[in-house]
């Protein structure tokens, strides 16, 4: 089954490059720009991806994203990422990345954009892949730093198809960034946001009515709302998946509690992710085939989800 679903063409539609970095390259980065870490070696850094939520995760994803400094790094990171797109049969991505963990400290925005969208273009000319890059806003900062970030993409603006809205998701609902989203929109931009992760089916109905996103990031909690639900079927919008970052953090205890395939049955427009596959314990067929062994997920089923990633594409082909 798993070549089976490694052969499905699909798109990924959540992916966080600073996600995808592995152990390996952390290492080899770190080596590269002389910093130290605090792990002894990639085992002992391996056994520090223990979650019980999306907090304890995010600690240690911007602790590892540290070791990313020069273009190159980015290109290095972007590449080996999309090298994983090939394998997997991943025709098309909409990867995030975070402007403000690198901007934050110290790394001009033109340094990490210039990586990721020269890997992009590489990736499409020599290996196929399309793609279409979002900007994501770190919602634990202000809105005035979401403001300036924004500021800094306008002179890059035909680099990125969205921005997106990322990190702690308690305590920071979308309506704090309805005016960064609103300019966003008017300066051209499509927009998407994480919701309904961890926060609850209020903090979805925010992101589509204030933020008027095009995609639902996560929207597993969704299901606890019978009106949301209604409208997330009646309006086709998509829902960016992630089943192995859901119970790698604790939204749900176990995959065979997971709500993917109860919402793909009820007509919701769900599709598979793989969210921060360096964290999480593997890319998207990974995920596809947890949802086949935990699941019970049929082919006729991993088929229709694989059609849904590519209906949900925000470049379309
Ligand atoms: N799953 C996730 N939720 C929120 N912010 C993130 N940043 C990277 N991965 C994330
Ligand atoms: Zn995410």
Known sequence: MYDWLNALPKA????????????????????????ALPWSDVETLRKAYAFNNLQEFLDLYY????????????????????????????IHTEPFFDPQTHTDRGVPFEVVLNGIASALKDGEQQLGITSGLILSFLRHLSEEEAQKTLDQALPFREAFVAVGLDSSEMGHPPSKFQRVFDRARAEGFLTVAHAGEEGPPEYIWEALDLLKIQRIDHGVRAFEDERLMQRIIDEQIPLTVCPLSNTK?????????????????????????????????????????????DLGMTREQAQRLAQNSLDARLVKP
């Open 63 to 90: 602790q590892g994203a540290d070791v990313l400094r020069t273009s190159q790094d980015f290109y290095d990171l972007t590449w080996a990422y999309l090298l994983r797109c090939k394998e997997q049969n991943v």
């Open 12 to 35: 990924e539609l959540h992916l966080h490059l600073e996600g995808s970095l592995e152990p390996e390259l952390l290492f080899a980065l770190a080596e590269r720009n002389k910093i």
């Open 249 to 293: 953090l604790c939204v749900f205890d176990h995959m065979s509690q997971h709500n993917i395939l109860e919402m793909l049955e009820r007509g919701v427009k769900v599709t598979v992710n793989s969210d921060d596959p360096a964290y999480f314990g593997g890319y998207v067929t990974e995920n596809f085939h947890a949802l086949y062994t």
